[in-house]
């Protein structure tokens, strides 16, 4: 006989993505409330940001067990696509929006195809070498992109009346898209889909066997983290009005990859801490902020020698695995 | 059920598998039996997808199926086990064998982001279906448990739980019993028997001849990439070319 704590604990397990999540939106809902220096309002609105495209990255790299270090050409291509269609094209800032993450699709799909027939090193130059021409296009190509200046007088967005111009705004907006986001990601990881994709990281063979087409899974996951990129780099360029390439060269697309193992390969509550952790730390060690890259690296070294699985899920794991074994000992 | 027309296999210029034929009715066990090196794995491999084979032709149901790729043979219901296990440790054992549901479970990206009722629902059936299969193999209690965190003998049940959970026309186990002690190959012969009963179809690669006599209906000999015999298991123990060639060999190692 179940007795109403019972009840209430099992609703409580049987719902705990979903109260999670909800308990999360309720903090970000009254955050500016509590929280109303810009500076600090506009570092959680850059996490927001960064979040949504490492979710992506986290499906592809921490899920279907692939790799990219070209994630933040897809952030450009969302950033300069939103400038480009809402600027120099005039168009409406939603509906361009929505076309260049379509564009950002079929160019991951161009880009997929061929490479996801590789694995290891070889992907990883290969998705390096698809940033750096990105790159290098946003520099040279001065009359459609700025060149090196930058891009700027990229409009706000506006839903009806509401115009998304201070950082309060930024964060209803930003947050808004990072939650749903983040749902579609844990929707995805519980489902089918997700556990073939889990299956498809540990071992392509096995996977397989059972019935997963590796390869069409693997394009998918990887369109799918383009369009999030995308759709994270249109919102970037809307929030700042200014784009410029720096912020979308490789080391960028390296800082997205170290967010994922931070996070946790495979873990999408892990993304939100990685993205936020590595976001701060430069803020949090001031003096240290010229020496970033090495810092980051030597971070990506010690988790990848000492927790392979990544900070949060080798925790986790470790913790699990000792409380499973203790209880049945 | 399966029909094996001349499968032939090449590694480089090394025959594998040299025009072997056989069929598997359904419902029953068949034993695919031979030394080490003789080609038993490989011809699995072929049979789910995970090799090519280069000439002759795999019937499943009377459909050539040698040319599909291995999720697609799953897709028409064969399940397999592998000798070395190949389960996936970052999962919990119930995600272990819910992955056998692949083929049932939603495909669509779109579908599964936005997990509406009936998505709950399907997966919901889907859980039990893979509770029920680990509760078969005895594992229901360590359903939530890391796969890694099993014993050997205890990670070979989840790989035929996974196998066995999608209810599949022909299941291929490759060595269930490797590195099993004698208590943990008396439960994998009760299980293999006990899906048998309930109407399962196998093809069973194993050295352990107790085993293999226990539970076939069929036993294959391969001996170099050629199939040497075939037939009931008594009349195949007392072949004189199975005893020369893998009985023999056994006996003088032993």
Known sequence: MLTTRDNLFYFIYLHRTGLTVLALGVVLVAWPVMESNPYNLGLSNLIAIYAIVVLGLNLFIGYAGQISLGHAAFFAIGAYGSAIGTVTLGGPAWPVMMAVALVAALIALAVGLPALKLSGHYLAMATLGFNIVVYTILVQWDAVTGGPSGFAGIPYLTIGSVVFDNEIHFHYLVWTFAMVALLLCLNLVRSGVGRGLAALAEDETAAAALGVDTRRAKVKVFILSAVLASVAGSLFAHCYAFVSPDSFNIFVSVDFVIMVVVGGMGSIWGTLFGTALITLLPEWIEALESFKDIIHGLILVMILLFLPQGLVTGIVDAVRTRIALNRHA | ?254
């Not at chain 2, 090394?14 to 598997?24: E, K, T």
């Not at chain 2, 040698?66 to 897709?75: G, Q, R, S, T």
């Not at chain 2, 050295?207 to 009349?235: F, N, T, Y």
């Open chain 2, 1 to 254: 059920m399966l029909e094996l027309r001349n499968v032939s296999k090449w590694f480089g210029g090394l025959p594998a598998l040299q025009d072997v034929s056989f069929r598997i009715a359904p419902g029953q066990v068949t034993a695919l039996i031979g030394p080490n090196g003789a080609g038993k794995s490989t011809l699995i491999n072929c049979i789910s997808g995970v090799d090519r084979v280069q000439a002759g032709s795999v019937l499943l149901a009377r459909r050539p199926v040698e040319a599909l790729p291995a999720f697609k043979i799953a897709a028409l219901g064969v399940a397999r086990t592998f000798q070395n296990l190949k389960l996936f440790s970052r999962l919990t054992v119930l995600d272990n064998v819910l992955t056998g549901l692949t083929v049932a479970a939603e495909r669509s990206f779109a579908v599964s982001m936005m997990r509406l009722p009936a998505l709950r629902h399907q997966e919901r059936q889907l859980r039990l279906r893979a509770l029920k299969a680990l509760d078969d193999f005895g594992l229901a209690k360590k359903a939530h448990w890391p796969a890694s965190s099993l014993s050997y003998g205890e990670k070979k049940r989840v790989e035929m739980a996974r196998a066995f959970v999608s209810d599949p026309r022909l299941v291929l186990l490759d060595e269930p019993v490797a590195g099993l002690n004698t208590e943990e190959t008396a439960q994998i012969a009760r299980h293999i028997r006990r899906q048998r009963s309930a109407g399962h179809t196998m093809l069973l690669v194993e050295h352990d001849m107790e085993l293999v006599m226990e539970v076939a209906d069929q036993v294959v000999v391969l001996d170099s990439g050629r199939c040497i015999a075939s037939g009931k298991p008594e009349a195949v123990r007392s072949n004189p070319l199975v005893l020369e060639a893998y009985l023999g060999r056994m006996e003088a190692t032993a």
